[in-house]
């Protein structure tokens, strides 16, 4: 879901279909992959009390595991007792582990599907969000899940975007981004390496918060 570790935080995702069938998909609205609006503002909106909380949250969920776990449990209850934890391997690489507890297990003492497909989700908007920063809205379109094998021990999610998502936050617009998940079960014995349970494939619109400003006032402008 090492180098040091940098725990991320998502922000607004649709909650996925729960199923354990092979080949199941959850989607939502397909989205296309280019920027899909124009440039935010030179001159921004005033932001209202209401909107500069929200920003001090939100800066708050990226600032630190503390914080981040804070808000979990009061917006985002699944990842925080999942234990999931995004891992920052290098500049561009990250990870996240989903721990082999009792909450994220079946009756028959393996990774529930139901499990490894939420926290696919909540993997990839904790990476998005984690890139882009407080001062953006990260959103889940489509989310496709192919179960391969049982998963008998920690899951690892290996986080792979097809486009550069430093160049898409450059250009200040809404954007589409789409990441590619190997989901891997963590082998401890020494000589083995870990086994691929499952992959996914997560699409995210991401919006600057300014844009939802701009755009209420020229609804009320009307």
């Known amino acids: ?15 996925p279909v729960w199923s354990e069938a092979n080949g199941t998909t959850a ?17 921004p909106p005033k932001l209202s009390l209401y909107d500069r909380i929200e920003a001090f949250i939100s800066g708050l969920s990226v600032r630190d595991t503390f914080w981040h776990r804070v808000c979990s449990l009061i917006w985002l209850p699944l990842a925080f007792f999942s234990g999931i934890r995004v891992k920052q391997i290098d500049t561009n690489s990250f990870t996240a582990v989903l721990p082999f507890k009792r909450f994220n ?25 984690g890139v882009c920063g407080a001062q953006y809205t990260v959103v889940c379109k489509e989310l496709e899940y192919k179960f391969l094998r049982p998963c008998l021990g920690p899951a690892v999610y290996k986080i792979h975007p097809r486009e550069d998502l ?3 936050i450059a250009s200040k617009t809404e954007f589409n981004i789409t990441l590619d998940l190997d989901i891997l079960q963590q082998i401890n ?17 991401v919006t600057p918060k300014v844009h939802h400003k701009v755009k209420k006032l020229r609804v009320k402008q009307r």
């Open 1 to 15: 879901m090492s180098s040091p570790d940098t725990t991320l935080q998502p922000r607004s995702v649709d909650q």
């Open 27 to 43: 989607r939502g609205d397909v989205a296309s992959t280019a920027p899909s609006a124009s440039p935010v503002s030179e001159n």
């Open 105 to 129: 297990r079946n009756w028959y003492h393996a990774m529930a599907g139901g499990a490894l497909l939420a926290n696919s989700e909540i993997a990839g908007g904790m990476y998005v969000f």
């Open 166 to 168: 430093k160049a898409l």
């Open 189 to 205: 014995r020494p000589g083995e390496r870990d086994k691929r349970v499952g992959k996914c494939m997560a699409a995210f619109h």
